[in-house]
């Protein structure tokens, strides 16, 4: 069975960076869509950053210009690049892939979450 394990989290001062990653390991046929969402307490779980497996990108407003999200498809595994980060970026980070093994269909993983604190 397919797993997604991220990793990158720590506590960063507020403009600084981290990147997180995200590798997809077991039996894989293929992956489609990855993507980033992040959950505070309290609120709900939003989605970040995706990437199709095309290499088409998309951000939500908050992240814009400074985040980025790549993958490497040789590796399978996907990245998000925090700069400039803020204390609201503050939360549990989860990677999530549309990924088919072999002799299955396309389903959703889910990582295990890292987490991200950002101090003012």
């Known amino acids: 069975q397919p797993q997604l394990v991220d990793s990158g989290g720590e506590l960063v001062q507020a403009g600084g960076s981290l990147r997180l990653s995200c590798a997809a390991a077991?039996?894989?046929?293929?992956?489609?869509?990855m993507r980033w969402y992040r959950q505070a307490p309290g609120k709900q779980r939003e989605l970040v950053a995706g990437?199709?497996?095309?290499?088409?990108?998309n951000y939500a407003d908050s992240v814009m210009g400074r985040f980025t999200i790549s993958r490497d498809n040789a590796k399978n595994t996907a990245y998000l690049q925090m700069n400039s980060l803020k204390p609201e970026d503050t939360a549990v980070y989860y990677c999530h892939g549309l990924i088919a093994p072999i002799g299955g269909s396309l389903r959703s993983y889910w990582g295990q979450g890292t987490q991200v604190t950002v101090s003012s």
């Open positions: 990437i199709s497996n095309s290499g088409s990108t």
């Open positions: 077991g039996s894989i046929f293929s992956i489609n869509a």
